[in-house]
């Protein structure tokens, strides 16, 4: 049976988030590369008029001023994609992607922004997949790569000499990869952790499941704030929300950026309606990590680990989880360059983009948003091969 009433939450579990009054500016990057998939090749169960997931892409501009460094987290998807290596763009016809499409290059939009590419010292890869990696062949070799254990032994050489390599030999040329070698000297949650700039301002996080050597991050955005950037630990919030830690309350919540499709005030009874899990429907998330053969996912058991320990830090009121395809971000936040994640808990983005997945979830089986793009295309034209 369904719950009713309003439930109590369960007090999450403490961080152990390090002290430290050292911070870095965060600015969310829409890479205008957005997709449609099918939800199976990601997250299931399968929920009836929910067979396509939506996915805008995010890449993050990391700056440490006190410092005077700046990273990127993530690159998107290079805009001229048919010319990834030939088994990435076989990978990207074959295993079912429905729509791409990918209008600017992160390089771009940070030039357009006012940001001098010689003034990066790296670029932090959360794993290896065509739609994070944006072309760093674009990036002065001055640029590092930084990526987490096993990528080098797993991905290189590049292609062709790596017959098998997502990479182009001609990516690492000249250019300084920088491997990070977890251990247990540091946790965050239940997250190995490196402190990237030794200061307590930027966390790399060992988060293992979706791809060899996956890692997220977490930036510190005042002393006691924090945003964490997720990648891929998982592709969809209805994944990890609802929780025992926030319960999805009997209305959702009018800071909630709800389509006109939707009744205002809006039960959430419409939604978990179509929960797998009835008796459960309101305390524990809708989907898991797909097991399906064809997923992208390389360990579905270790990654729904991954997305458990990540349950922590969305149950946290002072972490703002921001992953890597979340669509509810495009509904409230500020892009680069016109603001920043800093100032999230002052603005309240994290109670008014909470619950914003259900605008993609099927009432009475009818879908929710339509697809985002459909057909794969090139330079805004149908790609033919």
């Not at 109590?8 to 890479?31: D, F, G, Q, R, Y």
């Not at 805009?79 to 390089?107: C, H, M, Y």
């Not at 830690?245 to 205002?264: A, G, S």
Request: net charge negative.
């Amino acid at each position: 049976m369904a719950q009713n009433g309003e439930i109590k939450p369960v007090k999450a579990p403490s961080l152990n988030l390090p002290a430290s009054s050292n911070t870095c500016e965060v600015s969310l990057i829409n890479t205008t590369c957005d997709m449609t998939l099918p939800t199976i090749s990601l997250i299931g169960p399968t929920i009836k008029g929910h067979e396509d997931l939506n996915l805008p892409t995010y890449a993050f501009y990391v700056q440490n001023k006190r410092l005077n460094k700046r990273v990127l987290f993530d690159l998107g998807t290079r805009k001229d994609w048919w010319n990834l290596p030939p088994g990435v763009v076989s990978a990207i016809l074959s295993k079912g992607v429905s729509g791409l499409r990918i209008e600017k290059d992160v390089s771009d939009i940070l030039k357009e922004g006012g940001v001098d590419l010689n003034t990066i010292d790296a670029v932090v890869w959360s794993h290896f997949h065509w739609d994070h990696i944006g072309n760093i062949q674009l990036f002065p070799k001055s640029v590092d790569i930084v990526v987490g254990s096993p990528f080098k032994k797993s991905f290189l050489p590049g292609y062709p000499t790596g017959k098998d390599s997502p990479f182009w030999e001609a990516d690492f040329e000249g250019r300084n990869i920088q491997e990070i070698e977890f251990d247990d000297s540091l946790k965050i949650g239940k997250f190995r952790a490196h402190d990237y700039f030794g200061d307590g301002s930027f966390y790399l996080l060992d988060v293992p499941g979706h791809a060899p050597g996956h890692i997220s991050a977490l930036v510190r955005t005042t002393p006691d704030t924090f945003v964490f950037l997720g990648g891929d630990v998982c592709h969809y919030p209805g994944a990890y929300r609802p929780s025992e830690y926030i319960p999805m309350p009997e209305t959702i919540p009018t800071e909630t950026k709800l389509d006109k499709r939707l009744p205002m005030p809006c039960p959430c009874s419409l939604f978990t309606a179509c929960h797998p899990d009835q008796e459960h429907s309101r305390t524990t998330p809708f989907y898991r990590v797909s097991t399906d053969p064809d997923s992208w996912y390389t360990d579905a058991v270790e990654a729904q680990k991954s997305v458990d320990k990540l349950i922590e830090f969305d149950g946290d009121e002072n972490v703002f989880v921001a992953i890597g395809h979340d669509p509810s971000l495009q509904d409230v936040c500020d892009f680069f360059p016109k603001g920043t994640l800093n100032d999230w808990k002052q603005k309240g983005w994290k109670s008014s983009t909470h619950w914003g997945f259900v605008n993609e979830l099927p009432i009475d089986g009818k879908p929710g948003r339509p697809p985002l793009v459909v057909g794969l295309l090139k330079d805004g034209k149908p790609y033919s091969g």
